[in-house]
C-alpha cells in the first residue's frame, strides 16, 4: 500500500467534514477528561485565572504551567460564546483578534466561531495604521485584545473604525477604560455570558452555521503592497485539518517507530496563532486530535519552557530552527574542549546522514557522538520530542540533516495562506530532506511549465509554477475582485495534472507564484518565488532561497540576502553572526573591535566569511556563486521593518535601506562573470 492509498483509506473520528465549532465539540465529547491547555504562570495579569472566587479559572503557580482539561476548555469557550452574543455579534459577523499566542487566543477563537462569528487576525507588531486597515478592511464589528498597551493602539484609531466592544485578555489598570462600558476583560465577557448561556441555544447557533460559511479572514503579511484578506470557509481549514491528520495521524500502516498526532501527544505553541500555518497546524489539527497545547511565554524562552512542558512536537519555521541551533552551538563554544567535541559530533551526524549504506565504524562513531553530545541536547528540549514541523518559509536541507542526525527529525513541508494553508509535507515514514514532500491527499496540482526555461534547470522531473484546485483553495480575497482573478486561472499548458481534487466546484486553478520541481517519487522541491527570482543581465535565472538556506549552519553568518537582478553575476548582503566571530577570534587571539559598524569592515573578519562563502559556493553552479558581498551591522528584524510577523525577509525594503552596499557590489565591472 502506498502513501496516497493509506492516507486516502485512514478512517479517525477526528476526520469529519462539520464546522471548526463543531469539530471542537466533537473532540470535547471524546476526550473530555485529557488535558486540553497548559498555561504559564506569573507571565500576564490574566482577567480569567486569578484568586477570586468566581475566577473562570486557578492561577498558574509563577514559572510554571496549570493544566486544564476539555471539558474545562469547552465551559469557557461556550460562556464567551454566549458573552460574544449577548454583546450582538450575529452570523457572519467579523471580530478582529490582536494578541500574542496563548491560551486565550485559542479560546477567543472557538468562541467567535461558536456565536456564528468571523474571526480577522491583527499580527501583535502592527502599527496604528496597520491596525486601522485590519479592522475597517473587515468591517470588524469588535476586537479582542491581549493588554491595556494593545488596547492603546487600538483606541488610536478608534474614531476611524465602527467597533462596538473592545475585549481585554488581562485585568484592567486604568480607571478610565473600566469605567467604558465597550470595554470588557474576558472575565468580564465570560460572567456576561453565564448569565445567558443555554446549551440548547449554544447547540442551535452551531447548527445554524455550514461548512461553506467564512470562518475567518487571514491577510496575508506581504512583504510588499497592502494585505490582501484572504477568505477561508470551514470547509477550507476543516479540509486542511483532515489532509494534516491524515499524514500525521495514527494511521493503522505506519511502522512503530514513525511518530503520530493523537490524543496523547504533548505540543508546545509559540508561533503567531495570527498566522495561518500555526492556525491550522498548531491549533485546529491539534484540537481535532485531542492533543495538549502548552503555550510558551516566548520564542525567547523556549530554552526554559521546553524542559518543563517536555513535548513530543512542535511547529515552527526554518528562523526559529536556525536560532536554536546557533544557541546549541554557542552554548558549546563556551568551553573549548565541549567545542570540539560538540563539532566532533556535528561532523559524524553529517557524515551518518549522508551514507546510504553507514559502514560498523560510522555506526559506532555515531553511537558514541549520540551519547556524549545529542543525548544531552535532546535533554535540554524536554527529552521527548518526537518530530519538528518546518513550514513558513525554506528550510537548509544541511540544517535539516544535523537535526536529524541529533535524533531531532524535522519535516519540512510547504503551504500558503490561500491553501488554509498546508499543500505539501514530508511524511515521518519515509522524510526526504532536501524536499517539502508530497502533496497532501485530495488536493490536485498542475505545473505552468512556460514559466521557467527548460536550461535553467536541468532536473529529472518538472518544473514550474504550482498551480492548484481542492477544498482547501480559498475562493479569493476580501473586497478584492480584481486579485482574485489574476490569482485564479481556467488552464495553462504545462504538465499533466496529478493528485485528485476532493473539490468539485471549481474547474479554476490558484496560481501560487512558487517554482517547484515535481521529482519522479513524486515529492516536491521548492524552487523560488516567481517574483523572487533573480534574472541576471545575462539571461541565467537564480533562485535566491537554497542559496541564502545554505548559510543557516555556517557558524558566522546570521542571515544572507542574495541580490542581483539585472546585474552580470550573483551578490549578497549578509548580517555576521557576531557572537560566533568574536568567540573564533577569542580562540585564534585575534583582537576585534568593539564597534559592530567597524567590525564589519575589519580585514580578519571578512577574509572568514569570503571563506565561508567560498565554502557554499561549491555546491551551486558557477552561475550561482556570490562573486561578491557586503557586511551588514544590523539583522534583519521585524522590529527594524525587514522581516514579516512570519519571520520571512523584506527583499525589496532590505535593498531599499542598504541600497549604498548593493551600488558597491556592482560598482567595478572588473568581476570575472562566466554564462555556463
Known sequence: MNLSEAEAGFDHPALKLDTLAEMFERSVDRNGDRPAQQYKGGIYERSIADESDDAPLEPAPDGEFATITYDRMAGVVRRLAAGFRDLGIADGDRVGIFADTRMEWAQSDFAVLAAGGVVTTVYKSSSPNQIQYLLD?????????????????????????????????????????????????????????????????????????????????????????????????????????????????????????????DDETQVVSFLPLAHVFERTAGHFMLFAAGTCIAYAESPETLTEDLPAVQPNSTTSVPRVYEKLYDGIRERAAQDEAKADVFEWAVDVARRYQAADDPSEELEGEMESADQLVF?????????????????????SPELCRLFHGMGLPIYEGYGMTEAAPVVATNPPSDPRIGTIGPVVHGLETKLDTSVVRDEDFDDEGAVGELLLKGPNVT?????????????????????????ESEDESSGRWFRTGDIVHERPDGYLEFRERTKQLVVLSTGKNVAPGPIEDAFAAVEIVEQCLVVGDGEKFVGALIVPNVDALRNRAASEDVSLPDDVAALVEDEWVLEQVEAAIATVNEDFESYETIKEFRLVPDGFTEENDLMTPTMKEKRSKIEERYDHLVAAIYAEDEIETTSD
Open 137 to 261: 478592511d473587515p468591517g470588524a464589528a469588535g476586537v479582542v485584545v491581549e493588554n491595556e498597551a494593545l488596547l492603546e493602539r487600538v483606541l488610536e484609531v478608534e474614531d476611524d473604525l465602527d467597533l462596538e466592544f473592545f475585549v481585554v485578555f488581562d485585568e484592567l489598570e486604568s480607571e478610565a477604560y473600566a469605567a467604558r462600558e465597550d470595554i470588557l476583560t474576558l472575565a468580564d465577557l465570560y460572567r456576561r455570558g453565564d448569565d445567558r448561556f443555554d446549551r440548547d441555544e449554544y447547540d442551535d447557533w452551531l447548527a445554524a452555521r455550514d461548512v461553506d460559511d467564512l470562518a475567518s479572514l487571514i491577510y496575508t503579511s506581504g512583504t510588499t503592497g497592502k494585505p490582501k484578506g484572504v477568505k477561508l470557509t470551514h470547509r477550507n481549514l476543516r479540509s486542511n485539518v483532515n489532509q494534516i491528520y491524515r499524514r500525521y495521524g495514527p494511521r493503522p500502516d505506519k511502522g512503530e517507530d514513525d511518530p503520530s498526532i
Open 375 to 395: 543525548e544531552e541536547i535532546r535533554q535540554s528540549m524536554g527529552g521527548n520530542v518526537e518530530s519538528l514541523i518546518s513550514g513558513g518559509g525554506s528550510l
Open 475 to 499: 475562493e479569493g480575497y476580501w473586497n478584492k475582485p480584481g486579485a482574485t482573478d489574476r490569482a485564479f486561472t481556467e488552464d495553462v499548458p504545462g504538465s499533466e495534472a496529478t493528485g
